[in-house]
């Protein structure tokens, strides 16, 4: 099939309206299986919730974290958990990935006129980040409503980069592993416990070793994307450079996996070969 002619405007409206209808699909299976999005929601609520509990215990203990307070916590919990759900319910092709291989499914994408990371982003929207996804912003808000924070457009406008941005540097950290599955017959033992990692920046940076902060700033950014967007609401005086750093990092990010994902693709041989 050979791909109709567009100029990159044209092209651009083509892959919104295209990604639309795909987002049309999710939202149809959302609400067809009725009970498989109430799960998704309570168990959302549980996970994080559970979460919560255990962070009140250990503020009865302590008043502050690394001269973090409760609700600081609360709102960092909130704003990295979000952006993990944004990036599980419509960026999970990553752990798709092997499937789409080992059953023939990209070579069907490939003959497509649409790039076929497009088409892998397209049809893997995961149910179970919605209930995670709606938990978050509602802790966000919570733990904004007890903190003295001074809110604009433009700072709404800078949580929804944030949460973008964050959405991508995860889905770039973990493409970039998912591609050595065009070499690697089982790549997902390694995917998991990357993906593990962000966990860690839900909570302030300052409480672990050096080495583990290096690692989730400069190595694998999950830290750029959910603490420090946080801490820059928070506290902006002290963390302004996170205003832009945060959406230069997941453009640079991405980019690079981008071009990694390019040269695997060239050299996928199918399943059919």
């Not at 994408?109 to 938990?135: D, S």
């Not at 080495?211 to 946080?230: C, E, M, Q």
């Amino acid at each position: 099939m050979i791909a109709p002619q567009r100029n990159g405007l044209q092209q651009s409206a083509y892959l919104i309206g295209l990604y639309v209808q795909y987002l049309k699909i999710y939202l149809k299976t959302l609400v067809e299986y009725r009970a498989d999005t109430l799960i998704a929601l309570i168990a959302g609520i549980i996970a994080q919730g559970s979460t919560l509990v255990f962070l009140s215990v250990i503020f009865q203990r302590i008043p502050k974290l690394a001269d973090w307070s409760f609700y600081e916590l609360v709102f960092i919990f909130g704003l990295a958990a979000t952006g993990k759900a944004l990036n599980q319910a419509l960026f999970n092709a990553p752990f798709a990935l092997t499937g789409f291989i080992r059953r023939g499914q990209l070579d069907i994408m490939m003959i497509r006129p649409v790039g076929v990371l497009f088409q892998a982003i397209g049809n893997t929207q995961e149910l179970n980040g919605v209930g995670q996804l709606v938990t978050g912003i509602i802790i966000m808000g919570y733990a904004a409503a007890h903190l003295d924070m001074h809110w604009s457009i433009g700072m709404v406008l800078y949580v929804i980069i944030a949460l973008i941005s964050s959405a991508v540097i995860q889905f770039a950290v973990l493409l970039t592993i998912s591609v050595l599955t065009f070499w690697v017959q089982e790549v997902r033992s390694v995917i998991y416990p990357v993906n593990w990692l962000y966990d860690f920046t839900r909570y302030p940076l300052e409480i672990f070793h050096p080495l583990l902060r290096g690692l989730l700033t400069y190595l694998i950014p999950y830290a750029v994307g959910s603490f420090f967007p946080a801490a820059f609401l928070l506290r902006p005086e002290q963390y302004h450079w996170a205003l832009w750093v945060v959406p230069v990092t997941a453009i640079v990010v991405m980019s690079i996996t981008y071009c990694i994902w390019s040269f695997g693709i060239k050299r996928y041989s199918s399943v059919a070969g």
